[in-house]
C-alpha cells in the first residue's frame, strides 16, 4: 500500500469517527433538553431563587439559558405551584408599596396565552397559593366580580403582604404546543403587569421556551396511551337503556357525555361510543354500537389497579349484556393479550415517571388534556 493510500486510509477512519461522534453529541444534547434534571444556569429564577433575588438585572447582562427541570416530588411540598418543568414562569418581586388596583386587576385577567395560572406568595412564606378564578383575583386585588354568584375560596384573598406574584403559561398539551407568538404576548402582557406594580422580573427567551414547548410537546405524544376494551354486541348494538342500568349498577355515572367510574376521587376509567360522540340520556335511548371502556394512562394515579378494575367491570358488563370483550382490532380478548396490555402499561406508566411526569397528578392533567 503506498503512503498516500495509508494517508487517504487514515483521512476516511478519522473523518467516519467525527461524524459518529458529532451525531453522538447532537442527540445527548436533544436529551438533556427534555429528559435530564441537570441544572443549566437559567435566566429566570426558581421560585426558592426569586425570594434572594429581587433585584432587576442589569441592561448589560447577557441572559442565561434556562432549562427544563424534572423535580422529583416532596411530599411536604405544596400541592399546586409553579411548575417550571411544564410551564413558562414570570416571577414577579413587589415592592411593599405596590399599589393593586382594580384596573391592574382587569390587566390580570386579560392575560393572553393557553393556558395562564397566576400564583401570589405572602411575605415571609415559602408557599404560594393559586388564584383560581375571576372572582379569586378580582377579590384578591381589590376588584369585583362580574359573576354575583362567584364566590373566592378560602386564602384567596389578600390577608398579608404579597411578596411575589408567578404567572405561568403552559407550555403544551394534548391539543398543541405553544407558539412563540403566544410566548411573547404573554411576556408583554406581564411586562405591563410588571410596571404597574413597579416590580421586578426577569424575562425568559422566547426562542428557548418554545424550543423547550416542542421538546414536552414531543415526548408527552409518544407517552400518551389509552387502553381500549369494547363491548361487542352478539345479535347486534347493545340497548342503550340496558347498558345505562347495567353500568350505573356498577357504580358508574353518566357525566360530561361518558359513563364514568371513580374511586377514590378520581377517575379510573370510562365508557365512550366507539365514533367518539358524546353519550346523553337522549343518545343512550338508542341502540350503542360497540362502547369502548377507556383507561387514559397519563390521567389515572395508579395505572395497573385500575386497568384491573376496568377489566372486572367489562367482564361484568359483557355478562349482562349478553355481550363479547374483544381488543381494538375486534379479537376477543384472552390471556395473553391481557398479559401483553399490562406489560404495555407497566413500561407507559415507568416511561413517564421518568420524565417527571406522575400519573394522574396536576401536571400530567394539565399536560394531558385537550
Known amino acids: 500500500m503506498s503512503s498516500l493510500q ?3 486510509l487514515i483521512a476516511g477512519v478519522v473523518l467516519v469517527l467525527a461524524v459518529l461522534i458529532y451525531n453522538a453529541m447532537q442527540m445527548r444534547a436533544v436529551k438533556s433538553r427534555f429528559f435530564t434534571s441537570a441544572r443549566r444556569e437559567t435566566a429566570r429564577e426558581t421560585v426558592r431563587e426569586v425570594t434572594q433575588k429581587p433585584a432587576l438585572p442589569r441592561s448589560d447582562e447577557t441572559p442565561r439559558e434556562p432549562t427544563l427541570r424534572v423535580d422529583p416530588p416532596s411530599p411536604s411540598a405544596p400541592r399546586e405551584a409553579p411548575d417550571f418543568m411544564a410551564e413558562a414562569v414570570l416571577t414577579l418581586q413587589l415592592p411593599g408599596t405596590a399599589d393593586v388596583s382594580h384596573e391592574l386587576a ?3 385577567l386579560k392575560m393572553p396565552g393557553k393556558r395562564v395560572r397566576l400564583f401570589w406568595q405572602p411575605q415571609g412564606a415559602a408557599n404560594w397559593t393559586l388564584l383560581q378564578n375571576t372572582a379569586n383575583i378580582l377579590a384578591f386585588l381589590g376588584g369585583s366580580a362580574s359573576d354575583e354568584n362567584a364566590t373566592a375560596q378560602p386564602g384567596d384573598t389578600l390577608s398579608t403582604p404579597v411578596h411575589s406574584l408567578a404567572f405561568c403559561l ?10 412563540p407568538e403566544q410566548l411573547d404576548a404573554f411576556q408583554k402582557h406581564v411586562e405591563v403587569v410588571a410596571s404597574l406594580l413597579s416590580a421586578s422580573y426577569t424575562p425568559f427567551d422566547v426562542a428557548l421556551e418554545a424550543e423547550r414547548a416542542k421538546a414536552l410537546d414531543k415526548a408527552c405524544a409518544q407517552l400518551d396511551l389509552q387502553i381500549g376494551l369494547t363491548l361487542h354486541g352478539k345479535v347486534g348494538p347493545l340497548p342503550g337503556q340496558q347498558l345505562l342500568q347495567a353500568a350505573q349498577k356498577l357504580g358508574l355515572a353518566l357525566e360530561r357525555g361518558a359513563l364514568r367510574y371513580q374511586r377514590e376521587g378520581y377517575e379510573m376509567f370510562r365508557i365512550e361510543s366507539h365514533d367518539g360522540s358524546a353519550l346523553s340520556d337522549e343518545r343512550l335511548r338508542k341502540a350503542i354500537q360497540d362502547p369502548v371502556l377507556l383507561l387514559d394512562i397519563p390521567q389515572v394515579r395508579r395505572p395497573e389497579r385500575s386497568f384491573d378494575e376496568m377489566l372486572k367491570l367489562a367482564t361484568q358488563l359483557a355478562q349482562a349484556l349478553s355481550a363479547q370483550l374483544v381488543d381494538d382490532r375486534h379479537r376477543p380478548v384472552n390471556e395473553q393479550g391481557l398479559a401483553l396490555i399490562r406489560t404495555e402499561i407497566g413500561k407507559a406508566t415507568q416511561a413517564l ?11 400530567a392533567l394539565r399536560l394531558f388534556t385537550a
Do not use: N
Not at 170 to 179: H, I, N, S
Not at 353 to 363: A, E, T, V
Open 6 to 8: 495509508t494517508v487517504l
Open 106 to 108: 382587569q390587566q390580570m
Open 353 to 363: 415517571r421518568d420524565i417527571g411526569i406522575d400519573p394522574g397528578s396536576p401536571r
Open 170 to 179: 403552559q407550555l403544551a398539551d394534548r391539543a398543541q404546543a405553544v407558539t
